[in-house]
């Protein structure tokens, strides 16, 4: 299993990003809370549509799980539709990712 957790900054000791379609980074992690993937979101800063695109990045990359403060519906949606399960959770990653392992 796959868990990626939006993130402000690149590495575990971050905070989880209250957005989930515009969250600076995602950090993927097995199924060990072994961080594998530091991925700087490229839709971050731009306009609509956000969601779709890291629905579809992150399927891409095999995640199971997606961790965020907060989704909109059309991430929702998109999350949905690749069958990807999601969660709202904040706080520190490095707690966070003990919390859905």
Do not use: H
């Not at 000791?13 to 209250?18: F, G, H, Y």
């Not at 629905?55 to 961790?67: H, P, S, T």
């Amino acid at each position: 299993m796959k868990i990626a957790i939006a993130a402000l900054s690149n590495n575990k000791n971050s905070q989880v990003s209250e957005q989930a379609g515009k969250a600076p980074y995602y950090l993927i992690f097995d199924e060990a809370g072994k961080l594998l993937e530091a991925i700087k979101n490229p839709f971050a800063v731009g306009g609509g549509g956000a969601g779709f695109g890291v629905a579809k990045l992150l399927a891409d990359k095999g995640v199971d799980l997606v961790v965020a403060g907060d989704f909109g519906p059309n991430m929702i949606s998109a999350l949905e539709d690749r069958r990807l399960k999601y969660k709202n959770l904040t706080g520190l990653i490095s707690d966070v990712v003990k919390q859905v392992i």
